[in-house]
């Protein structure tokens, strides 16, 4: 009985390596039509070297490509982003820490917690 468990593990472990091996295969080809609109943004942000430039610029973070910017404050600046996949319009508040002094501190920390009692589905 031993024995049949492990040839029937080992047999699983075969087609799991095998489903892996077709899934990263698809991945990495140059086919675009196989992928998921997920898997495209993935690559592009790993691979598209046009990608790897804004994000050394600083105009893209993850899957948020920033456009314009939206107002400046004392400590920080809020910028238009759009979501790379649902193309959603979002506003970023980018903090300068080199401005932040024990002043400005406290008042990020305030704001923070005014933000956490807030209770919007907009607002993270």
Same mark, same amino acid.
């Given at each position: 009985?031993?024995?049949?468990?492990?040839?029937?593990?080992?047999?699983?472990?075969?087609?799991?390596?095998?489903?892996? *091996? !077709?899934?990263?295969?698809?991945?990495? *080809?140059?086919?675009?039509?196989?992928? =998921?609109?997920?898997?495209?943004?993935?690559?592009?942000?790993?691979?598209?070297? !046009?990608?790897?430039?804004?994000?050394?610029?600083?105009?893209?973070?993850?899957?948020?490509?920033?456009?314009?910017?939206?107002?400046?404050?004392?400590?920080? =600046?809020?910028?238009?982003?759009?979501?790379?996949? =649902? !193309?959603?319009?979002?506003?970023?508040?980018?903090?300068?820490?080199?401005?932040?002094?024990?002043? =400005?501190?406290?008042?990020? *920390?305030?704001?923070?917690?005014?933000?956490?009692?807030?209770?919007?589905?907009?607002?993270?």
């Amino acid at each position: 009985m031993p024995a049949a468990r492990s040839s029937y593990l080992g047999d699983d472990l075969q087609v799991s390596t095998s489903a892996s *091996a !077709r899934s990263l295969s698809s991945v990495s *080809a140059g086919d675009e039509d196989e992928r =998921t609109p997920y898997e495209r943004v993935l690559y592009g942000l790993h691979h598209d070297q !046009r990608w790897l430039k804004e994000v050394s610029l600083g105009r893209r973070v993850g899957f948020y490509r920033f456009r314009g910017e939206l107002g400046q404050g004392n400590f920080s =600046t809020v910028r238009l982003a759009y979501h790379q996949l =649902t !193309r959603d319009k979002v506003a970023v508040k980018v903090i300068d820490k080199s401005k932040l002094d024990q002043k =400005t501190q406290r008042m990020l *920390a305030r704001e923070i917690a005014n933000m956490d009692t807030v209770a919007h589905p907009n607002i993270i």
